[in-house]
């Protein structure tokens, strides 16, 4: 039997010796193999952030959510509230703080309750009878009360009971007393402005009949009857009768298309003069008045037509009378800027067929010179500031101012 210690030792000699792969590695692959295992690690982890999302992510991501969200109402109105998204008038209007309603009834809305102290509301004057020149400003609009509340009583409502009385009057035909009624009403203080526009509009019919056409209705303060004489001339008849009103009137409103056919005994309507204009730069607007005054106290409202202005606002506010010698038919002209002249009948005369000179009366207009109310030949201009200060017309409307207005004592005041 062998020994203990042999038997060992042939044991370990037998061995078959270690591979290779056994050998300890060297410090190039330990590092490669670490590198290895970080790759590894960071891979996983985008893998998995690509499937989950990380709350950085998720927060980035919701501005984004956040701005498409209005594009989606209905559903943007679900997340909010299941309520109906209609708020009320009276809602909206309690949103204000008592401050700030006053401020917006004050600066933003007409007080219509004190017109007559509102300088919003209060007309500037021309005499009595003038429209309110404010009465094409945005700010004139109708005032928005909370539901279920009632506007104040104020004098537009009397302003109303005298537009139906005079709507009433006319249709039951009794135009002088309709007229006075409108008139009134156009001249109040408290009209607003689409109260005053529907005056003029009805007024403007009432006076195609009791102004502009040969009848003469009994009543009217404005007409009268002539039974013509043995040598009359519509000029005569004029000055005679001291109509202070231009003689082509007559022609107009007598619809007489030649002065030389007037007869003996024939009956013609005259009207009694004078006549005013009040011109309203912010509605680019005329009104004619007549000197004769309702039962009120107004001057008679005629009608209106449109009108250009001066560039730049050139035409200047004031008060002016017609200039003594300085109404022109078929007038010549000179360009005060470029001395072009234009002689009388050339159709490309700028200011047309009619020349009606001005003479400043007040502080403000007295020192000016060269204006006047005249024609144009540019029917676009109307309506806009291209003229270099006057005032110019279509032509039938400058025809009629013409008629109208006369030397001395016809008055034209340009208000803002």
Not at 63 to 77: G, W, Y
Not at 337 to 342: A, L, N, P, S, V
Not at 405 to 412: A, D, K
Request: charged share 20%.
């Amino acid at each position: 039997m062998a020994l203990p210690s042999q038997s060992l030792g042939s044991t370990r000699y037998r061995r078959r010796p270690k591979s290779s792969s056994s050998k300890r590695r060297s410090p190039l692959a330990r590092v490669l193999a670490v590198a290895a295992a970080i790759v590894f690690v960071v891979l996983a982890v985008m893998l998995v952030r690509s499937m989950t999302g990380s709350p950085a992510d998720t927060k980035a991501a919701q501005p984004e959510r956040a701005q498409e969200q209005p594009t989606k109402p209905a559903d943007l109105a679900a997340s909010i509230t299941t309520e109906p998204r209609v708020i009320s008038s009276q809602r909206q209007f309690q949103t204000h703080t008592p401050a700030q309603t006053t401020a917006q009834t004050d600066a933003d809305r007409p007080d219509i309750s004190s017109a007559t102290t509102n300088p919003r509301t209060t007309p500037t004057t021309l005499a009595a009878g003038s429209p309110d020149p404010s009465a094409h400003d945005p700010s004139q609009s109708a005032q928005v009360f909370p539901s279920g509340a009632q506007p104040p009583a104020t004098a537009s409502g009397a302003v109303a009971s005298l537009l139906a009385r005079g709507e009433n009057l006319w249709a039951s035909n009794k135009p002088v007393e309709a007229r006075d009624a409108l008139n009134r009403a156009l001249s109040s203080p408290g009209a607003n402005s689409a109260q005053q526009q529907a005056a003029r509009a009805l007024i403007a019919q009432i006076n195609d009949l009791l102004v502009f056409s040969p009848r003469v209705v009994p009543g009217d303060p404005l007409a009268r009857t002539y039974e013509i004489q043995g040598g009359d001339i519509l000029s005569r008849i004029a000055r005679d009768e001291t109509l202070r009103t231009d003689w082509h009137l007559l022609m107009r409103i007598n619809k007489i298309a030649d002065v030389t056919r007037i007869r003996v005994n024939q009956r013609i309507k005259m009207l009694q003069g004078p006549f005013h204009a009040a011109i309203h730069k912010a509605a680019y607007r005329i009104d004619f008045y007549a000197d004769t005054r309702d039962s009120g106290g107004n001057r008679l409202y005629i009608g209106s037509r449109p009108c250009g202005l001066g560039e730049y606002d050139s035409t200047p506010t004031g008060l002016f009378k017609v200039r003594r010698d300085s109404k022109l038919i078929n007038p010549h002209w000179v360009n005060p800027r470029t001395g072009e002249r234009f002689d009388a009948d050339n159709p490309e005369n700028p200011i047309g067929e009619r020349w009606i000179g001005l003479e400043g009366t007040d502080s403000n207009t007295s020192s000016l010179l060269g204006y006047g109310i005249h024609g144009t030949i540019d029917s676009g201009s109307i309506g806009g500031q291209e003229s270099m200060g006057c005032i110019r017309m279509l032509p039938a409307d400058v025809e009629l101012a013409y008629e109208l207005l006369v030397v001395e004592y016809s008055t034209v005041e340009v208000l803002p």
